[in-house]
């Protein structure tokens, strides 16, 4: 699969690593060219760099890995609302949470992911990858007393809930279906959670990392 993907930190360096590793191309943005170059390089010949444009024409999956802060009007600027996303699979994993009083930023009756879907025209989007802090995700494979990370997930169409479930499994993990996309309120309240334990100083592997009844 040829994976585009918008953001050049942290997450995208993780499981874009994890997605080469399982065979897929991927082209990452970034709104400082030059981070999205040194990645690419740092990953190896199946990563390539580019502008956002170039990222979202690249592949019919593209992964949104910005901070929340920036990620609708990214979108916005790269012409979203135009019908740039158009027919795309969108994995958001971002988490709009407010790290003074970690409170959602927003409104909470319509998630970042609800906001994403309703900004890319003809979009399908896929909440996912929100729970875990970066090292989980690093993790080779994400295994806790062997037995494997399950990642919970949502989306609108069974498409879309397809890519997500093998986007999941080529990050060694067991994807779980919640349901619609409106779920995604749900997650992103549990990671303002999870954040607030992080900053309070807790291991990221040891918070709320779901995990399979029985090991591998
Ligand atoms: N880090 C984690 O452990 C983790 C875990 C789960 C989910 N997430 C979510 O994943 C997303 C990416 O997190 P990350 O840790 O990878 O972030 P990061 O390393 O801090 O930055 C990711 C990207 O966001 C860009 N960015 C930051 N502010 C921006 C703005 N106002 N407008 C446009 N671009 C902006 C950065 O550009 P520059 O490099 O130019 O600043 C960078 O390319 C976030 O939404 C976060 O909530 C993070």
């Keep these: 699969m040829k994976v585009g993907i918008l953001g050049a930190g942290r997450m995208t360096k993780a499981l874009a690593s994890k997605w080469i590793a399982a065979g897929h191309d991927i082209c990452i943005a970034g709104r400082t060219l030059d981070k999205a170059k040194a990645l690419a390089h740092e990953l190896g010949d199946q990563a390539t760099f580019g502008t956002f444009e170039d990222a979202i024409s690249y592949g019919n ?79 080779e494979p994400p295994l806790f007393d062997g037995r494997k990370l399950v990642v919970p997930y949502c989306t609108d169409t069974d498409e879309a809930g397809a890519i997500g479930s093998r986007l999941i499994k080529d990050v060694g993990c067991q994807p779980m279906l919640l349901g619609k996309l409106h779920y995604a309120r749900h997650l992103e309240a549990m990671a303002a959670i999870v954040i607030s334990r992080l900053f309070g100083g807790v291991d990221p592997h040891s918070v709320f990392n779901w995990i399979t009844p029985n090991p591998e």
């Design 61 to 139: 999956t593209l992964l949104i890995a910005i901070r929340h802060e920036g990620v609708i009007s990214t979108l916005e600027q790269a012409g979203a609302r135009s019908g740039s996303f158009q027919g795309k699979i969108v994995i958001d994993c971002s988490n709009p949470v407010e790290i003074e009083t970690f409170t959602l930023v927003g409104n909470e009756q319509n998630s970042m992911a609800e906001r994403i879907q309703e900004t890319a025209n003809g979009a399908t989007v896929v909440k996912a990858f929100n729970l875990c802090e970066a090292q989980v995700w690093e993790m």
